[in-house]
Each structure stands twice: as structure tokens, then as C-alpha cells.
């Protein structure tokens, strides 16, 4: 995911500030790469309602993905992933956004 414009730029700092939401995408920078709900919660000590709110957030601007998958026991499971997202930003890239804008 590349920001291109600045409102994207606030987007997506909006998202990420939540020590909730940051503690979410380091735990699925992890060895296991995908988690699904109940183990996210349990890891993280929230209650799923709360992750899921915030994994819906973290979904909507594209760092996260979910996909619902069967697992034992024709058991439906929704798993997230990381998905790949870098925010490099500075000075210059905020003038140069600024002056896009005008």
C-alpha cells in the first residue's frame, strides 16, 4: 500500500494511532503470520468484540486482511493477516503532497 495524497496520508495515521491497533499488527508480524479471532484475543488480552472492531479499522484501510476459512471439524474461522504497508514520510513529502493539493 503507497499513500499518494495527504488526506490518505492522515487516513492512515489515524488508524495507526491505537496502542490496540499497533499491538494487533505487531502480533501479526510474527512467526504465524495468520491468527484468527479467539487466538488474537487471547494473545493480546481483549475481548473479541474489541479486537474486532479494531480489526475492521485496520481491514478498511488495507493493513489487514481477513479470510474466512474451514477448519477442524468443518469449523468456519475467520483468520487475519498482515497485509505489506510502509509509511515513509517527511518534510519534503508533506510539502510536495501540500503543494499537490493546491
Given at each position: 500500500?503507497?499513500?499518494?495524497?495527504l488526506?490518505?496520508?492522515?487516513?492512515?495515521?489515524?488508524?495507526?494511532?491505537?496502542?490496540?491497533?499497533?499491538?494487533?499488527?505487531?502480533?501479526?508480524s510474527?512467526k504465524e503470520?495468520?491468527?484468527?479471532?479467539?487466538?488474537?484475543?487471547?494473545?493480546?488480552?481483549?475481548?473479541?468484540?474489541?479486537?474486532y472492531?479494531?480489526?475492521?479499522?485496520?481491514?478498511?484501510r488495507?493493513?489487514?486482511?481477513?479470510k474466512?476459512?474451514?477448519?477442524?471439524g468443518?469449523?468456519?474461522?475467520?483468520?487475519?493477516?498482515?497485509?505489506?504497508?510502509?509509511?515513509?514520510?517527511?518534510g519534503?513529502?508533506?510539502k510536495?503532497?501540500?503543494?499537490?493539493e493546491?
Amino acid at each position: 500500500m503507497e499513500t499518494k495524497t495527504l488526506d490518505e496520508v492522515i487516513a492512515l495515521c489515524e488508524t495507526l494511532s491505537n496502542r490496540h491497533r499497533l499491538r494487533i499488527i505487531a502480533a501479526l508480524s510474527g512467526k504465524e503470520k495468520k491468527k484468527y479471532i479467539s487466538e488474537l484475543a487471547r494473545e493480546l488480552e481483549i475481548s473479541r468484540p474489541l479486537l474486532y472492531l479494531h480489526l475492521q479499522k485496520l481491514e478498511r484501510r488495507g493493513i489487514v486482511k481477513g479470510k474466512t476459512e474451514l477448519g477442524k471439524g468443518s469449523r468456519a474461522r475467520r483468520y487475519y493477516e498482515l497485509c505489506d504497508f510502509e509509511l515513509c514520510l517527511n518534510g519534503k513529502k508533506i510539502k510536495e503532497m501540500l503543494e499537490n493539493e493546491e
